[in-house]
């Protein structure tokens, strides 16, 4: 899985504030859990869709890289943080939703290891408890891979960041920062981050046992198919845990 050692440091100015996530997220749960009380988030990272949620909810969160969670702990000083891995976790907790977003669930590159997760989740949600997730569709990694380098300019530094597919269905993201720190002084921050693309097919059927599905989007608003930018779920756990 992804560590983000190199880069959690220039996560957020990368990627910027995810307000419109967190409105879908708040949006989910008012609309499918309204008397939700907790959430856990596999992949906090640096805590900003934790310190979006507010300060109705206790707050936990799951991150493999101590270099996000230590962002997070700034961020989100209410949250309990946790270092684990989201497809072995287990907690004394159980809670309300469980939520995975930015293509979190991508960075597990087996589809054994996304089976342990969502056994995971069901194994940590109360009864009626929501799991809302979204992925990289198969066809959004492979036109990304097919796409000239992206290069961003921010705060005085670069990123370029290209998508390989050399190895389908795992994409990998090569990432370099070159990090200004003086007039003509650039340090160089690299790291190559693996994706596995999974049709939402496999992903429905996996999930259909457990779970009861409530919502799916594209980033259109339209039904996401694999060919979509982006696939975002709700799901409901047919039998969850006595909170």
């Known amino acids: 899985m992804a560590s983000y ?33 907790s ?12 310190a979006g949620l507010g300060s109705g909810l206790s707050l936990t969160g799951i991150d493999l890289s101590d270099e ?32 995975c977003v930015f293509d979190t669930l991508n960075h ?26 979204d992925v990289n569709t198969v066809g ?14 921010f705060e005085g530094h670069t990123l370029i960041m290209e998508v390989e597919l050399d190895d389908e269905p795992l994409a990998t993201w090569d990432i370099r920062i070159f990090e200004q720190r003086g007039a003509r002084e650039y340090v160089l921050h690299h790291e190559r981050i693996a994706e596995l693309g999974v049709p939402l097919g496999d992903i429905k059927r996996a999930l259909a046992p457990q779970f009861t599905l409530l919502d799916e989007t594209d980033t259109q608003g339209d039904a996401p198919t694999d060919e979509s930018s982006r696939a975002l779920f709700v799901f409901r756990v047919v039998e969850g845990r006595d909170g």
């Open 68 to 99: 996000m969670l230590a962002h997070a702990r700034h961020r989100c000083p209410s949250a309990r943080l946790i270092h684990g891995d989201i497809t072995s976790f287990s907690l004394d907790d159980t809670f309300d939703v469980v939520v």
């Open 140 to 153: 959004r990694l492979r036109e990304l891979s097919e796409m000239a380098p992206w290069v961003h300019d």
């Open 39 to 50: 959430v856990l988030e596999l992949g906090c990272g640096t805590g900003a869709i934790l």
């Open 5 to 37: 050692e190199t880069l959690a440091q220039f996560y957020d100015a990368v990627n910027g504030e995810p307000r419109e996530r967190i409105r879908q997220l708040l949006d989910f749960i008012a609309r499918y859990h309204p008397r939700a009380e």
């Open 108 to 133: 597990v590159t087996t589809f054994e290891g996304w089976l342990s997760t969502f056994e995971r989740v069901h194994e940590h949600l109360n009864v009626g408890g929501l799991f809302i997730f």
